[in-house]
């Protein structure tokens, strides 16, 4: 169960990263930016599902355990991707958050970072796939000693 749910938050993670960029491209316009907001509220909403579910995964006793997932130079690999992915989600998150609060004051939100904030999700829709590598390489024992 918990690896269902650990990949339903990709089901659900990566598109929606990918849809809160495309839509970001337009975010002057009112119908873009609600896309904009369900999409990160979606993206954001995967986001818990990963870290409610990967840390009990990898070190609670559901899965291989922590001795596997510590040992394996691509559990420290596919840490440092999510780390990066967290890292770059600093600025959309914030200023999104910004957005949102502007909109409830009534007032128009500044969308100037939006062309930023569409690559940076670009950004981290790639590191989500390389993660998936990662993950699927490491799953196969690839890294460990034999």
Known sequence: MLS??????LAIGLPAVVLRALALREASDPAALRR???????WGFAALLWLATGPVRAFG????????YLSSP???????LF???????????AGLIRWRMALGRGESP????????????????????????VAAFMARGFGLAR
Do not use: Q
């Not at 269902?4 to 938050?9: E, V």
């Open 110 to 133: 500044d969308v100037g970072a939006a062309r930023l904030f569409g690559i940076l999700s670009w950004i981290e829709a790639a590191l989500v796939v390389a993660i998936v590598f």
């Open 61 to 68: 006793p559901f899965e291989k355990g922590a001795t596997f």
């Open 36 to 42: 904009v907001f369900a999409a990160d509220a979606a």
């Open 4 to 9: 269902a749910l650990h990949l339903l938050a």
């Open 83 to 93: 780390l990066a992915v967290f890292a770059l989600e600093i600025a959309p998150m």
């Open 74 to 80: 691509l559990f420290h690999a596919k840490l440092g």
